[in-house]
């Protein structure tokens, strides 16, 4: 690799490591939370046409407002979640990472705090620094819980413009109660954005931050099309909020961000959401049986309401990682030490994953 030493990088990008799950070649993959389940067939085979369709006009930029996108996510989130919003509330881009970026170079910025919750998702750090915000972090209870009594206290003491909240958590799978999320709206004069990447899989009777946003102008609820959609691969994230914050959003997206093919492509699979969810919640089930038997093994296991289970707790965490590697499956070794996190896959997949860890532990 070429030696950046000598380039004019930022000296606060210097040393540093780009974004990197490992990405290895070996048959179970249990390491980013994706869906196990490829698209089907009839949605192939609607993506192709709808391709097709898309290219005849490619030779002009893309709807820049993504208007046709914005509508099908607003009547899918009043399927999903019994929450109708207009479609100016809702606002999409690639990935809910770029979402998520869209938002810091909102409401962030140089002298501003963005306040997360560690252990939580590695990337609101280098969102933080892209934008030249500041993060603080509040760690969270033992059992992954946010700590409601030192949130407002570092609320009060902060001034954050910007409250990161992710429910489910990643790595950890907690879900965060509504309560919870209004007594901070109360508090914090900045956004607060509930990132719910993993909303889909919770379980049932656990409430969606959606539910918040008619009272709540100043609240940002993150989706994605990555988890439960099975499209890790088209890049399509989207947020709900009030109209509002969807405005300030357009300052700083670049133009017609969101090509005509990845709209397509989203739409379609939007028309196959029905069929999700059946997937979904044999996910979760499978979840559910997993976290029993870690639990029936002996092993600390955070409770989940997401695609992954959280759990430890070992010694040399490493040596298990490299010995359920060694066995052809691979999870995620990120969060506090001690703890590992393995993504919830096909029954196939998750039956590999117990027999190599009942040997690495044996
Ligand atoms: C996976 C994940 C995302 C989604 O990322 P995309 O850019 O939409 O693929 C967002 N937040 C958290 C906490 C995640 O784990």
Not at 331 to 358: K, M, Y
Request: charged share 20%.
């Amino acid at each position: 690799m070429a030696n950046s030493d000598d380039l004019p990088v930022r000296d606060d990008l210097r040393g540093q490591s780009p974004y990197g799950a490992p990405q290895i070649d070996v048959p179970v993959l249990l390491n980013v939370n994706e869906n196990p389940y490829p698209p089907s067939e009839s949605l192939v085979a609607d993506v192709a046409i709808a391709v097709a369709d898309a290219t005849r006009s490619l030779n002009r930029y893309p709807d820049r407002d993504a208007r046709a996108l914005r509508a099908d996510l607003a009547a899918y989130l009043l399927e999903e979640s019994g929450v109708a919003l207009t479609p100016g509330q809702v606002w999409a881009a690639n990935g809910s990472n770029e979402v998520m970026l869209q938002l810091m170079q909102t409401f962030g910025g140089p002298g501003r705090v963005a306040l997360g919750f560690s252990p939580t998702y590695s990337m609101y750090p280098d969102y933080c620094r892209d934008t030249f915000t500041r993060y603080v972090t509040v760690p969270r209870a033992v059992d992954f819980t946010v700590d409601l009594d030192s949130a407002l206290a570092a609320i009060a003491e902060h001034r954050p413009s910007v409250v990161l909240l992710a429910s489910p958590n990643n790595p950890t799978g907690t879900a965060l109660s509504l309560d919870a999320v209004r007594a901070i709206l109360a508090e914090a004069h900045g956004v607060v954005v509930v990132d719910e990447a993993y909303a889909e899989f919770r379980h049932a009777g656990v409430p969606s931050a959606l539910e918040l946003l008619a009272d709540h102008p100043r609240l940002v609820v993150t989706r994605t099309m990555s988890k439960a959609f099975a499209l890790a691969g088209a890049r399509v994230g989207y947020l709900a909020a009030s109209e509002a914050v969807v405005d300030a959003v357009q300052l700083v997206r670049l133009p017609y961000h969101l090509s005509s093919i990845t709209q397509a492509v989203a739409r379609s699979a939007l028309a196959h959401a029905g069929e999700l969810q059946a997937q979904v919640a044999l996910l979760r089930e499978q979840r559910d049986a997993l976290v029993e038997w870690l639990r029936g093994r002996g092993h600390v296991v955070a409770d989940s309401d997401a695609n992954f289970i959280f759990f430890g707790l070992f010694d040399d965490r490493h040596a298990i990682w490299q010995g359920l590697l060694e066995r052809g499956v691979l999870i995620r070794e990120t969060g506090p030490d001690h703890w590992l996190r393995v993504s919830v896959g096909t029954p196939q997949e998750n039956a590999a994953f117990r027999a190599a860890l009942e040997e690495v532990t044996a």
